[in-house]
């Protein structure tokens, strides 16, 4: 299955305006986590973003939200629900037919789709306006213990994500009672490696080129320093 096949939804205005609709409702609950990140009652229907579409501008604007989440994102979820009939997966979660369908070559436009849901929705959870600083408590705690301080942290992690040639992902993960910094390609999740992600950033071009051009420094750098919800990294926290 191509990329064009795999991101292509056919949403009109309308249905976009309904959709920018439901995400500006969704302000009004602000401490949403992974759980929440599907609708009740769905696991695969497409949940609202947990904020409006313009409430991460200037860093992310609400014209990249609308094609990222609107098109891209939709349109992964669209394909999963065509897929999943038949499949022998119906009634499971996104992340079980994730790990269901990993590492099958028969299965790799299912798990294309379903990994890159999954990712969507844990990056939209890793974002907040007014983000970004400095973590605190236990969280800090760990990455003084994994890293020596959140300055190399923050350099691993901002470099590891910059490097990541292509498309993909940059990630925080705990993996043995540790944290590290790692990169997947294109629908790659860490959980089938056995990690419990944190924290991620989206940097397939889509995710940024529309403020950024090529400029994924500037965009990664701005994501770490004003967006990250470390409320929702530290939940993550095992």
């Known amino acids: 299955?191509?990329?064009?096949?795999?991101?292509?939804?056919?949403?009109?205005?309308?249905?976009?305006?309904?959709?920018?609709?439901?995400?500006?409702?969704?302000?009004?609950?602000?401490?949403?986590?992974?759980?929440?990140?599907?609708?009740?009652?769905?696991?695969?229907?497409?949940?609202?973003?947990?904020?409006?579409?313009?409430?991460?501008?200037?860093?992310?604007?609400?014209?990249t939200l609308e094609f990222h989440y609107g098109k891209h994102h939709a349109g992964y979820a669209a394909n999963v629900k065509k897929m999943v009939p038949g499949s022998g997966l119906e009634g499971k979660s996104m992340?079980?037919?994730?790990?269901?369908?990993?590492?099958?070559?028969?299965?790799?436009?299912?798990?294309?789709?379903?990994?890159?849901?999954?990712?969507?929705?844990?990056?939209?959870?890793?974002?907040?306006?007014?983000?970004?600083?400095?973590?605190?408590?236990?969280?800090?705690?760990?990455?003084?213990?994994?890293?020596?301080?959140?300055?190399?942290?923050?350099?691993?992690?901002?470099?590891?994500?910059?490097?990541?040639?292509?498309?993909?992902w940059g990630w925080l993960v705990q993996e043995g009672g540790k944290l590290k910094v790692v990169t997947t390609s294109n629908a790659e999740t860490p959980l089938t490696q056995g990690a419990t992600p944190l924290l991620v950033v989206d940097v397939w071009e889509h995710a940024y080129y529309l403020d950024y051009q090529n400029r994924r420094a500037d965009y990664v750098n701005a994501f770490m320093d004003k967006l990250v919800n470390w409320d929702f990294v530290a939940a993550n926290l095992k």
């Open 1 to 63: 299955m191509s990329q064009a096949e795999e991101t292509k939804t056919g949403l009109d205005r309308r249905e976009f305006l309904a959709l920018a609709g439901v995400a500006g409702a969704a302000m009004a609950a602000p401490g949403l986590f992974l759980s929440d990140a599907f609708a009740a009652g769905d696991p695969l229907e497409l949940a609202p973003l947990p904020y409006a579409m313009n409430a991460l501008e200037p860093v992310i604007s609400a014209k």
């Open 95 to 168: 992340e079980e037919i994730v790990m269901a369908t990993a590492g099958k070559a028969d299965k790799a436009g299912f798990f294309n789709n379903a990994a890159q849901c999954y990712n969507h929705a844990f990056y939209w959870k890793c974002m907040k306006p007014g983000g970004g600083g400095m973590p605190t408590g236990k969280l800090m705690n760990a990455i003084n213990a994994g890293f020596g301080g959140y300055d190399a942290f923050r350099k691993a992690f901002v470099d590891g994500s910059i490097g990541r040639f292509g498309s993909g």
